[in-house]
């Protein structure tokens, strides 16, 4: 429904007349993100400044008119579509890294700065930004801190929380507010903690200042091959159980081999059953001493074809697998579906071989690429988008997948968000007291439900049509 005609020349005023996109074509393109769920805006605004994302909410909320903050759009849990209509508050154009202090190590950046420049940038004074989505050629700073986001190297470094130090937000009423500072230790209410990851529900963040670290003098990446995923995944458990933590501990299964090998040709086994990634870094001493350790542990649980990169190219390429996997996906399916739950990790090989049956009883192909290190799983079901029939297939194994993974003690995201996707299934985790302890956060906020409303909380006219599931899951599910 487009916007009624004084409020879009209100938006036009504040932003300038080619800013404002309303025309239903060009709508479409910011229906969706990564996920299968669209839902087109009624106009998509693009900010450029702090004081236009200020005046465009101070509008919308004049006019009770929802506001979806939009970063770069890769978001795999619908945390960006606009499923009640509004606006779709676009801020990729604020992309400027606006200081650089190399002997704070921090950097004061724009929403809109994609992930990987950061980084690019930094390294001209021996820094790097950690949190390493494998979306990181796309995705925004803004949108890691709004989905508090995680990544291979995330194992060892922490997710995005831990390296923002301090954000410039707009609250659902326009107003300005910086939450939290320099300071390693936040004093007072730690506002910044509730507003990373609270998926554009609190707040449109506006600037971030963010903690950079050192480039370690020494990588080394090596890479092994097991006959199956339980293997691998005893082989993960068997490394931290040593009491080594890698910097990133990634697994690939057979079909997530086959289609990255036959793309990029990194030289991953594709007899295997599973693949392990396992990086570390440090001084040169201590990476080789751990890369001795890892790769006997490895061969001690059936890993083989171990091998060690012997340059920063053949590094990359090792990497450039698996960061690229998901798309790589693409020669079997042109269509995926990717959950990311999370459980304890020596709940790993369970939760994997109930991912398998499910993938088996709906046939359809399923490929998990995920961080290991830490039991994030992300099954990947992989269909086609043109059959529409599959459809309702490819959701109810997800659910189901889900289900499993909070049957064995995990949890419903370990890095992507609740979003859309998966907010009909919080009661399975939360009861109604501690949802109802979010939405009085929620109220304090935002009490009118401007900002991305129908996310993180269950909606009960989204009622999930699969809720009885095939694995008899002793969870009830509750609307609140
Ligand atoms: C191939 C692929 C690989 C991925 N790998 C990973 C991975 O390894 N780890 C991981 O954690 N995620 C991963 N993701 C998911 C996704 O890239 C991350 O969630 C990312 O942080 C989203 O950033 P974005 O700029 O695309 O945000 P969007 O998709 O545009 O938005 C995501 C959410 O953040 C909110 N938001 C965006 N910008 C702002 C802002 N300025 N202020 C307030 N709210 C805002 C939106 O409202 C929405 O709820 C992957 C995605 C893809 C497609």
Same mark, same amino acid.
């Given at each position: 429904m487009p916007l009624p005609q004084p409020v879009a020349e209100e938006l036009r005023r504040i932003v300038g007349r080619e800013s404002v996109i309303d025309a239903p074509n060009d709508l479409r393109i910011f229906e969706r993100d990564g996920s299968i769920e669209g839902a087109v805006p009624d106009a998509v605004v693009l900010a450029s400044s702090t004081e236009h994302v200020s005046a465009v909410i101070k509008v919308a909320a004049k006019h009770r008119i929802p506001v979806v903050p939009r970063g770069a759009g890769t978001g795999l849990s619908g945390g960006a579509v606009t499923i009640r209509g509004g606006i779709a508050l676009q801020v990729t154009r604020m992309r400027k890294i606006l200081a650089i202090d190399p002997v704070a190590q921090t950097a004061l950046v724009e929403p809109g700065v994609v992930n990987q420049e950061l980084s690019l940038v930094a390294a001209q004074h021996g820094l790097f930004y950690a949190p390493d989505p494998s979306s990181q050629k796309a995705c925004t700073i803004g949108g890691n801190a709004a989905e508090n986001s995680g990544g291979p190297h995330c194992l060892y470094y &922490?997710?995005?929380?831990?390296?923002?130090?301090?954000?410039?937000?707009?609250? *659902?009423?326009?107003?300005?507010h910086w939450v939290s500072g320099d300071a390693p230790d936040r004093v007072g209410l730690d506002l910044c903690g509730v507003l990373v990851g609270s998926e554009g529900t609190l707040c449109a963040i506006t600037k971030i200042k963010v903690r950079l670290l050192r480039i370690p003098p020494s990588i080394a990446t090596m890479l092994a091959a097991f006959p199956s995923i339980e293997t691998a995944s005893q082989a993960v458990s068997a490394v931290i159980g040593h009491g080594i933590v890698p910097a990133a501990l990634e697994m690939m299964d057979s079909v997530t081999v086959g289609a990255v090998?036959?793309?990029?040709?990194? &030289?991953?086994?594709?007899?295997?059953?599973?693949?392990?990634?396992?990086?570390?870094? $440090?001084? *040169?001493?201590?990476? /080789?001493?751990?890369?001795?350790?890892? $790769?006997?542990?490895?061969?001690?649980? +059936? &890993?083989?074809?171990? /091998?060690?990169? +012997?340059?920063?190219?053949?590094?990359?390429?090792?990497w450039a697998g698996r960061k690229g996997a998901i798309g790589a996906l693409g020669r079997i399916k042109p269509n995926y579906y990717l959950h990311d739950g999370v459980v304890p990790r020596s709940r790993l090989p369970q939760v994997l071989s109930a991912v398998g049956e499910i993938g088996e009883h709906y046939q359809l192909p399923?490929?998990?690429? #995920?961080?290991? $290190?830490?039991?994030?799983?992300h099954p990947n079901i992989l269909f086609d988008l043109r059959d529409r029939q599959v459809l309702h297939q490819v959701e109810a194994a997800g659910e189901e997948m %889900? /289900?499993?993974?909070?049957? %064995?003690? $995990?949890? %419903? @995201?370990?890095?992507? &968000?609740?979003?859309?996707?998966? @907010?009909? #299934?919080?009661?399975?985790?939360y009861n109604p007291d501690d949802l109802g302890a979010m939405h009085r956060v929620k109220d304090v906020f935002d009490a009118d439900g401007i900002l991305n409303p129908g996310k993180i909380f269950p909606d009960p006219s989204r009622k999930s049509v699969h809720l009885a599931g095939r694995t008899g899951l002793a969870v009830e599910a509750k609307w609140w």
């Open positions: &922490g997710v995005t929380t831990n390296h923002v130090l301090g954000m410039e937000v707009v609250l *659902a009423d326009g107003s300005v090998e036959a793309h990029y040709h990194a &030289g991953y086994p594709t007899d295997a059953g599973a693949v392990l990634l396992v990086e570390v870094d $440090g001084i *040169a001493e201590s990476t /080789r001493e751990l890369m001795a350790a890892i $790769g006997k542990i490895l061969g001690e649980n +059936q &890993g083989y074809a171990i /091998r060690e990169a +012997q340059t920063p190219a053949e590094r990359e390429l090792l399923v490929a998990n690429v #995920f961080h290991a $290190g830490d039991g994030n799983l %889900l /289900r499993a993974v909070v049957e %064995l003690g $995990g949890a %419903l @995201s370990g890095e992507h &968000g609740i979003g859309l996707e998966k @907010s009909a #299934f919080m009661p399975w985790i």
